[in-house]
């Protein structure tokens, strides 16, 4: 099974966040890091655009 998923900008912004708060902790990054970034925020981004952050958002049918 294929699974194809849009974020909303609400979702990307709290996959972003939450990356860039364990980021912040020590986490390790999940990709070779730059070296122009020192940003716990940007690397959260460049690790969300390259499809990098294990994060899965479950979705639940209103009604």
Known sequence: MVFTMEYTKFEKASIIGARALQ????????????????????????????????IVVIRRKAG
Request: no cysteine; charged share 30%; proline share 16%.
């Open 23 to 54: 980021l912040a902790y020590g986490a390790p990054p999940l990709i070779k890091v730059p070296e122009h970034v020192y940003d716990p925020l940007e690397l959260a981004e460049i690790e969300f655009e390259e499809k990098a952050i294990p």
